[in-house]
């Protein structure tokens, strides 16, 4: 993903994810196209959902962070490479930009064979 990664968002992080996903082995299905609907299909492919409190990332982590008012509907999804998390673009937290990090709206925490 870090070769892949833009400066800065492109509106692709899903389809970002996805690709490094498939690259990865994962089978999540097609169809969805919105970053906020992507947990059932990572679900499907073999991620579990994992307990927030003391939430410490681990290669190959997922996030999936629901739409804010104002912010893109989409919602927002980022993969942890084991050292940052990445999208269509590197990013310097989770959150991915100020308005998530401002609102902090829902979001889960996607591992595989957990």
Not at 45 to 72: H, L, M, S
């Amino acid at each position: 993903m870090q070769t892949e990664a833009r400066p800065s968002p492109g509106g692709n992080c899903a389809r970002a994810v996805k690709k490094a996903l498939k690259a990865g082995g994962a089978d999540i299905g097609t169809g969805v196209e919105s970053a906020k609907d992507m947990g059932p299909a990572l679900q499907g492919g073999g991620f579990t959902p994992i307990e927030q409190k003391d939430y410490y990332p681990r290669k190959g982590d997922v996030v999936v962070i629901q739409p804010y008012a104002g912010g893109n509907q989409h919602g927002h999804i980022a993969m942890y490479d084991g050292k940052s998390w990445i999208s269509d673009a590197k990013q310097r937290d989770m959150w991915g930009g100020q308005g998530y990090r401002d609102h902090r709206p829902p979001f889960r925490v996607y591992r595989r064979g957990s």
